[in-house]
C-alpha cells in the first residue's frame, strides 16, 4: 500500500483551480521528485499536505489514515514532516536549541514549568547528533541567525531528521545553494534513500535526476505523467510543457 | 411597536455615524497597512470644528462647513509627520505611536478648549420630528443622517472598486513597486486616502455634534467600538464595515433600550436591574464574543487580504 | 546586585533622612506597576502577544479585593458568602478571579492573530470597564473605597507605609524571579519560539494555541497580583483602573524598559511614573507654567520618538546591549 495516496484533490483560488485533480502514489522507501514549470501548483499541493491549507474536495490517506482530519500541528507527529522554500528556523535560538525544541516537543507536551530546559543533558547530546549527520556540530551554539544560509538549510534538515519522519516533504531544498553545496544535500539525499520515504519538489534537474526512483511531472495543478527518471526525459509531452523542445538537457 | 420602530431607526443612525468613522479605518489598514488609534480624534476635531464654528457664526451649516477643511488639515498633517513613518513598521510600533498622538491631541484640545463638553444646537429648520408611519414621529435631522451615510458609503463602495483611483490603491498595497514603477505617485495616493478617511470621520464628527455632547476623550469611546464592527465584518473591506457598523449600531441601541427590560421578564426583579444595567452596555461585546466562538474569521472575511 | 537590593530594601530609611517620607508611597506604586508590566511582559515580549487590554486584569484583581473588604465593612454577603479582610484570602483568590477571567477572555482573543488580536484584547478590556461602571453597588463611576483600611496580614501591618512598601519589593522580587525560572524552562522555550517563529513551531508538531492561553492566563493571574496590592496601597478602586489608556500605559512601560528583558519593565515603569509625577513639577520649575498642567503634551510625542528611535528601550541604553534578530512582532 502507498505511504501517501492524494485522490482527485481540488482546490480553487477564486478563479484559478491551483489544484485540479490532483491524484498521486508515494511509495515507502522511495524517493519521489516532483517537478512543473513555474505556476503548476507545487506551493499548493505542500500547503494542501503540510494542513495550512484546506482542499475543496478530494482524498489524502497518509499511512492508512485520513489526513484531513488531523489539523496543521498534528500531522509531523503522524510523521509528515516538511521544510521550507525560505529558510525558516528559530533565528535567536543556537542550532542547538533549534534542534532540542524539536525533541522536546517529540516527547509529548510541553507543560514543564521549572525544570531548566538547558539542563536536559539527555536532549541536548541527542540534538547534538542530529548536528553531526548534518555537519552542523562545530556550529552548535551559533544563534541560527548567524549562520550562512547554505547552513541554514542544514539546521532546518536536522530539525526535520530529529521528527523522525515516515514521509519528508522537501521544498525545493537547493534554493539559492551554489554546486558545492547542492552536491551536499544530494549526498545527504543519498543517504537517507530507502530509510526515510521523500516527497522532493525541485528545479535543479541534475539533482533531481540523479537521486530520485520516480519521477511526476505537475503541471497546471494536474500530474501529466508519473515514471523513472530516464523515461520521463523522453516523454515527449512532458518535454513541450517545459521547453517546447523534444528532450530535456541535462548538463553532465 | 413604535418603540421598536423607533430604537430601530436609532440603530440604524448609529450604526451609519459607526460607519463613517470605520470606513476610514478599515481603509486605511486593509489597504495601506497601517493602525491608526488615533483615527477617533480625528472624528473629535470633526466636532470640536464644528462646534467652534457655529458658536462663532452662529450658524449650524457654517459650523458643519468648518469641520471637513479642519478633519482634512489634521489628516494632511498627521499623515505627513507621523503616519508616513509607520508604513514599513510593525503593529506594535504603529499602536504605539498612534497612542501618543492621541495623548498629544487630547492635551492640545484641552488646552485650547478647556475640559468642559461643548455643546452644538440644531438650526430650527432641522429641530422638527416627521410623521414616517401613523402614529410615529422621528426627528428629521436623524434621518438626514442616515440618509447622508448610505449615501457616502455607496460612493465609497463605488470609488474603490470601480474607479482608477480606487484600483490603484488597491494594487498599492500589494505592489508598491510596481505601481511606482508605471509612474503613479503612490505617496500621493496614500496621503489622499488617509485625508478621505479624516474627512469621513471628521463629517461623522460633526454630524454628532448636536446629538451627543462634545468633550475631549469622545474620539477613543467611538473608536473601539469601531473595532468592533471592523472585527466582526471583516477588516478591509467597505462592505465589511457597513455590516458590521449597522449590526453594532443596532444591537447597542436595541441592547441599551430592551435587553434590561426583556430580562425583567425572566428573571426576578433585583438580579434582572443589576445584570440588565451592566448588561446593556456590553451587549456588543457580547456579540463580538459570540462571533469569535463561532466564526473567528468575521461574519464577512475579505478574501486573500493580508490580515 | 546585592548592593542594589540592600539599597532598594533600605529606601524607606533613606526616604526619612531626606524628609520626604511620601517618596516611599510613590515608590511602592512604582513596584506595584512594575510587577503589572512585568506580566505584560511575558505576553508582548516573550509569546510575540500584544495584548491592549491587560489593565482589565488588574482591575479584576483590584476590585475583587475592594469588593470583599467592602462586604466585610458592611458586613453584608456576597452570594452567600461573607466578606472579609484577610490578606491571606484576598490577595490569592484576587488572582485567581483574574486569572479566570483571563481563561475566558483570551480563550475567544486567542482564536484571533496580529491586528485584531490587539484591537479584541481592547474591547474586551473596554467591555470590563463598562461593567464595572455600572455596578452601582460597588459605587459604579465613583469607586469604592476600603473603609477599614488595608488588607490584614498577620505579622504585618499594612497600614504602615513602610511596609507596604516591603511587601510590594517582595512582591516583585519573587514574582520577577518566578518569571524568569519559567523563561528557562520548556515551558518557556516554547514561547519564545512561538514568537520568533510560529509556522515553525506548528511545523514541528507544536500546537501554538493551548501555550498561548496558558501564558494569558498566567499573566492574567499575575496582574491581579498587582491590582490586589494596588488596592491596597490607595486603599480605593475604582473603574479608572480598567481605563484602556492604563493598558496603554503599560504597554509603554513594557517598550520604554526594552521588550522582553528582565529589567525592562521595571526600569520602564520607574521611568514612565517618575515622568509622570515629576514632568509638572519641573516644569513649574523652569516656568513653563503651560505644560506643567498639560505635561502630556510633550509626553505623547516623546513616546512617538521613542517608538521611531530608540527601539532597544532603556534597557539598551543602560546595558548598551541590543537584542539580535527582531521580527518580535512581524506575522
Not at chain 1, 209 to 233: K, N
Not at chain 3, 46 to 71: C, E, K, N, Q
Amino acid at each position: 500500500m502507498a505511504l501517501l495516496q492524494i485522490e482527485h484533490l481540488h482546490k480553487r483560488f477564486g478563479a484559478l483551480a491551483a489544484t485540479d485533480n490532483l491524484s498521486l502514489q508515494i511509495h515507502r522507501g522511495e524517493l519521489h521528485a516532483l517537478i512543473g514549470p513555474n505556476g503548476a501548483g507545487k506551493t499548493t499541493l505542500i500547503s494542501l499536505l503540510s494542513g495550512s491549507l484546506q482542499p475543496d474536495s478530494g482524498l489524502i490517506q497518509f499511512d492508512g489514515r485520513n489526513l484531513l482530519q488531523f489539523s496543521e500541528a498534528t500531522r509531523p507527529r503522524l510523521g509528515l514532516v516538511r521544510s521550507f522554500q525560505i529558510t525558516s528556523v528559530f533565528p535567536e535560538f543556537s542550532a542547538l536549541e533549534n534542534v532540542t525544541l524539536v525533541l522536546q516537543s517529540q516527547q509529548g507536551h510541553s507543560f514543564r514549568f521549572w525544570q531548566v530546559a538547558r539542563n536536559e543533558f539527555e536532549l541536548r547530546s541527542k540534538a547534538k547528533e542530529y548536528l553531526k549527520q548534518v555537519g552542523l556540530d562545530q556550529k552548535s551554539e551559533i544563534p541560527a541567525y548567524a549562520l550562512a544560509h547554505g547552513q541554514q538549510r542544514q539546521l532546518e534538515l536536522a530539525m526535520a531528521l530529529a521528527l523522525k519522519p515516515k514521509l519528508l516533504l522537501l521544498d525545493e531544498p537547493m534554493a539559492g545553494m551554489g554546486p558545492e553545496e547542492s552536491l551536499k544535500v544530494v549526498e545527504l539525499l543519498q543517504q537517507l534513500k530507502g530509510k526515510i520515504t521523500m516527497l522532493l519538489i525541485e528545479h535543479d534537474m541534475d539533482a533531481v535526476f540523479s537521486v530520485a526512483d520516480r519521477v511526476s511531472v505537475l503541471v497546471y495543478g494536474h500530474v501529466i505523467a508519473t515514471s523513472t527518471p530516464s523515461e520521463i526525459r523522453k516523454n515527449t509531452e512532458v518535454c513541450s510543457a517545459y521547453l517546447g523542445e523534444h528532450e530535456i538537457p541535462v548538463a553532465n | 411597536m413604535i418603540l421598536l420602530i423607533e430604537q430601530l431607526l436609532n440603530g440604524l443612525q448609529f450604526g451609519v455615524f459607526l460607519f463613517l468613522v470605520s470606513a476610514g479605518l478599515t481603509l486605511i489598514f486593509g489597504i495601506m497597512g497601517v493602525i491608526n488609534l488615533a483615527h477617533g480624534s480625528l472624528y473629535m476635531v470633526g466636532a470640536y470644528a464644528a462646534a467652534i464654528g457655529m458658536q462663532l457664526t452662529g450658524s449650524f451649516w457654517w459650523g458643519l462647513m468648518m469641520a471637513l477643511p479642519a478633519a482634512a488639515f489634521t489628516g494632511w498633517l498627521v499623515e505627513l509627520v507621523i503616519i508616513r513613518q509607520l508604513y514599513r513598521r510593525d503593529h506594535l510600533d504603529q499602536v504605539l505611536a498612534t497612542f501618543g498622538l492621541i495623548l498629544f491631541l487630547n492635551e492640545l484640545t484641552t488646552i485650547c478648549f478647556g475640559r468642559a463638553p461643548l455643546f452644538l444646537s440644531l438650526p430650527e429648520t432641522l429641530s422638527i420630528s416627521v410623521e414616517i408611519l401613523p402614529g410615529l414621529l422621528y426627528p428629521l435631522y436623524r434621518l438626514l443622517i442616515i440618509g447622508t451615510g448610505l449615501l457616502l458609503a455607496f460612493l465609497l463602495y463605488l470609488l474603490i472598486s470601480h474607479t482608477r483611483v480606487g484600483m490603484l490603491l488597491r494594487a498599492g498595497t500589494t505592489h508598491r513597486e510596481m505601481v511606482e514603477v508605471l509612474g503613479v505617485n503612490l505617496t500621493l495616493l496614500n496621503t489622499g486616502l488617509f485625508v478621505l478617511g479624516a474627512l469621513l470621520a471628521g463629517f461623522a464628527g460633526a454630524l454628532a455634534g448636536p446629538l451627543i455632547s462634545v468633550e475631549v476623550g469622545m474620539g477613543e469611546n467611538v473608536l473601539i467600538l469601531c473595532f468592533v464592527c471592523i472585527v466582526i465584518g471583516g477588516l478591509g473591506s467597505i462592505r465589511g464595515a457597513l455590516f458590521g457598523a449597522l449590526l453594532i449600531g443596532m444591537v447597542d441601541t436595541l441592547g441599551r433600550a430592551f435587553l434590561a427590560s426583556g430580562l425583567r421578564l425572566i428573571l426576578p426583579l433585583e438580579f434582572a436591574d443589576s445584570i440588565g444595567a451592566a448588561l446593556s452596555s456590553m451587549s456588543v461585546y457580547l456579540l463580538m464574543a459570540l462571533v469569535l466562538i463561532f466564526r473567528p474569521q468575521g461574519i464577512l472575511p475579505v478574501l486573500g487580504r493580508v490580515r | 546586585m546585592l548592593g542594589v537590593g540592600f539599597l532598594l530594601i533600605g529606601f524607606p530609611w533613606f526616604a526619612d533622612w531626606l524628609d520626604e517620607p511620601y517618596l516611599v508611597s510613590t515608590a511602592s506604586r512604582i513596584w506595584i506597576y512594575a510587577l503589572a508590566a512585568m506580566s505584560l511582559n511575558l505576553l508582548v515580549g516573550f509569546a510575540g502577544l500584544v495584548s491592549f487590554g491587560h489593565s482589565a486584569y488588574v482591575g479584576v484583581g483590584a476590585y475583587v479585593v475592594g469588593i470583599l473588604a467592602w462586604h466585610q465593612y458592611e458586613e453584608t454577603n456576597f452570594l452567600g458568602l461573607p466578606g472579609t479582610l484577610e490578606g491571606f484570602i484576598s490577595i490569592p483568590f484576587a488572582m485567581i478571579v483574574s486569572g479566570i477571567v483571563a481563561l475566558g477572555i483570551g480563550s475567544l482573543c486567542l482564536r484571533t492573530r496580529g491586528i485584531y488580536f490587539i484591537m479584541i484584547t481592547l474591547a474586551f478590556a473596554q467591555m470590563l470597564f463598562y461593567f464595572f461602571v455600572s455596578l452601582e453597588q460597588y459605587g459604579g463611576d465613583d469607586g469604592l473605597m476600603m473603609m477599614a483600611g488595608r488588607n490584614k496580614i498577620p505579622g504585618l501591618d499594612l497600614g504602615e507605609d513602610r511596609q507596604m512598601y516591603w511587601l510590594s519589593l517582595v512582591a516583585l522580587g519573587l514574582v520577577t524571579w518566578f518569571l524568569r525560572r519559567l523563561s528557562m524552562s520548556r515551558f518557556g522555550m516554547v514561547l519564545h519560539a512561538l514568537r520568533q517563529n510560529e509556522t515553525r513551531l506548528k511545523a514541528i508538531g507544536v500546537p501554538p494555541y493551548p501555550y498561548m492561553l496558558v501564558a494569558f492566563v498566567i499573566a492574567g493571574a499575575l496582574a491581579g497580583l498587582s491590582g490586589a496590592l494596588l488596592t491596597n496601597h490607595m486603599e480605593f478602586v475604582s473603574p479608572d483602573f480598567l481605563h484602556w489608556t492604563r493598558s496603554g500605559d503599560l504597554l509603554i512601560m513594557v517598550i520604554l524598559g526594552g521588550i522582553g528583558t528582565w529589567t525592562g519593565p521595571i526600569l520602564g515603569a520607574i521611568v514612565f511614573l517618575l515622568l509622570e509625577e515629576f514632568l509638572p513639577l519641573l516644569f513649574q520649575e523652569i516656568g513653563l507654567y503651560l505644560f506643567s498642567e498639560h505635561w502630556r503634551l510633550v509626553f505623547g510625542p516623546l513616546l512617538i520618538c521613542i517608538v521611531l528611535f530608540a527601539k532597544g528601550g532603556l534597557h539598551a541604553l543602560v546595558f548598551k546591549q541590543m537584542k539580535g534578530v527582531h521580527g518580535a512582532f512581524a506575522n
